[in-house]
């Protein structure tokens, strides 16, 4: 049976902790090896294993896309090789991996499989409390909207979304923080005449609905739903909020957002200004600029590196 290691690192070393005897393991793979043999087994280049029986690749360095397309022209099929630090790419090639499960055993894959390191593991659970589909929508924005609902315990308010679109987000923040009240803004019919979306932007908006948002959200008895143009269907709410998601795309309502939602958060609750750092949504960063310069002050926020660029504002 042909098991390699892609590796000769700590990563390697790991697998053989982890339980995956080094006689199971046929050689060790590496690119520039600076020894011949590793735990007492062959360390080969990767074109040596030209011709040799592989029935499953484990590769245990990080250079997944390079490493995949060494194995492509050595002809090794995707079904026979498990990425372990892929962690923090966004599709699961192990998917593909048919061989793993059956050469190693349920236990020992799921030992070895790579988890998602920027949450904490807490003793005995799981580590992210999102389905997988959730976080391989934007896996940054979703991760630490879960790292953050983890320190909201002792601060007081609901939770809010200003520009729910079709619940996506709105579902893992009611999945989240289950016991919270979560209301709900949107028009459910786009953005306002004035905002200044596209033809086609607009389009795509209007298709939703609040039946829609309901089934995406796996606590829908916490959700107050607030149809209409903001900030209009307010209509009076006075509310306190531990966090809010700010997703309206354009300047004016993100401006009115602020102004509504930062004052009414709780010292240390957060509000997520989604598409900051987007360049095809400018108006975002303006909205946030004229409200700093309206308060005269600073605002405590720290960047996220996901895919729109969100900003998270932190209330002191
Ligand atoms: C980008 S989508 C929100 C996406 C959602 N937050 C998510 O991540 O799944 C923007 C939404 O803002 C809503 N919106 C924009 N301006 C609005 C306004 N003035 N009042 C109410 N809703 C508005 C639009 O209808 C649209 O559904």
Same mark, same amino acid.
């Given at each position: 049976?042909g098991i390699y290691v892609w590796g000769i690192g700590c990563g390697a070393s790991e697998v053989v902790e982890k339980g995956l005897a080094p006689e199971r393991i046929a050689a060790f793979v590496d690119s520039s090896p600076?020894?011949?043999?590793?735990?007492?087994?062959?360390?080969?280049?990767?074109?040596?294993?030209?011709?040799?029986?592989?029935?499953?690749?484990? !590769?245990?360095?990080?250079?997944?896309?390079?490493?995949?397309?060494?194995?492509?022209?050595?002809?090794?099929?995707?079904?026979?090789?498990?990425?372990?630090?892929?962690?923090?790419?966004?599709?699961?090639?192990? /998917?593909?991996?048919?061989?793993?499960?059956?050469?190693?055993?349920?236990?020992?894959?799921?030992?070895?499989?790579?988890?998602?390191?920027?949450?904490?593991?807490?003793? =005995?659970?799981? /580590?992210?409390?999102?389905?997988?589909?959730?976080?391989?929508?934007?896996?940054?924005?979703?991760?630490?909207?879960?790292?953050?609902?983890?320190?909201?315990?002792? !601060?007081? =308010?609901?939770?809010?979304?200003?520009?729910?679109?079709?619940? $996506?987000?709105?579902?893992?923040?009611?999945?989240?923080?289950?016991?919270?009240?979560?209301?709900?803004?949107?028009?459910? $019919?786009?953005?306002?005449?004035?905002?200044?979306?596209?033809?086609?932007?607009?389009?795509?908006?209007?298709?939703?609905?609040?039946?829609?948002?309901?089934?995406?959200?796996?606590?829908?008895?916490?959700?107050?739903?607030?149809?209409?143009?903001?900030?209009? /269907?307010?209509?009076?709410?006075?509310?306190?909020?531990?966090?809010?998601?700010?997703?309206?795309?354009? !300047?004016?309502?993100?401006?009115?957002?602020?102004?509504?939602?930062?004052?009414?958060?709780?010292?240390?609750?957060?509000?997520?200004?989604?598409?900051?750092?987007?360049?095809?949504?400018?108006?975002?960063?303006?909205?946030?600029?004229?409200?700093? $310069?309206?308060?005269?002050?600073?605002?405590?926020? !720290?960047?996220?590196?996901?895919? /729109?660029?969100?900003?998270?504002?932190?209330?002191?």
């Amino acid at each position: 049976m042909g098991i390699y290691v892609w590796g000769i690192g700590c990563g390697a070393s790991e697998v053989v902790e982890k339980g995956l005897a080094p006689e199971r393991i046929a050689a060790f793979v590496d690119s520039s090896p600076s020894v011949e043999r590793f735990l007492n087994r062959p360390v080969l280049l990767p074109e040596a294993l030209e011709g040799k029986d592989c029935d499953l690749m484990i !590769v245990t360095i990080r250079h997944t896309e390079a490493v995949a397309a060494q194995c492509a022209a050595l002809g090794l099929p995707e079904d026979r090789i498990l990425y372990l630090k892929n962690s923090l790419t966004l599709t699961d090639r192990n /998917s593909r991996c048919t061989a793993a499960k059956a050469l190693l055993g349920e236990n020992l894959l799921e030992r070895l499989l790579p988890r998602y390191h920027v949450i904490p593991e807490p003793a =005995g659970g799981a /580590s992210t409390a999102l389905p997988r589909e959730a976080l391989d929508g934007d896996y940054v924005r979703l991760a630490t909207l879960e790292l953050l609902t983890r320190q909201l315990e002792a !601060v007081p =308010g609901a939770a809010a979304e200003l520009g729910v679109y079709r619940g $996506q987000f709105a579902g893992s923040i009611n999945q989240l923080l289950p016991r919270r009240k979560l209301y709900l803004f949107d028009s459910f $019919q786009g953005f306002a005449s004035e905002a200044g979306a596209s033809a086609a932007f607009q389009a795509a908006h209007e298709a939703t609905s609040i039946q829609r948002v309901r089934s995406a959200l796996p606590h829908p008895e916490q959700a107050v739903f607030k149809p209409g143009f903001f900030p209009d /269907s307010l209509d009076g709410l006075e509310e306190r909020f531990c966090l809010v998601s700010l997703d309206v795309d354009f !300047v004016q309502t993100t401006l009115e957002g602020l102004r509504y939602f930062w004052p009414r958060l709780s010292s240390g609750g957060y509000l997520l200004l989604h598409d900051w750092g987007n360049p095809g949504l400018p108006g975002v960063a303006q909205a946030l600029e004229q409200y700093r $310069q309206e308060l005269g002050g600073v605002l405590p926020a !720290v960047p996220l590196p996901d895919r /729109s660029g969100t900003l998270v504002l932190c209330k002191p």
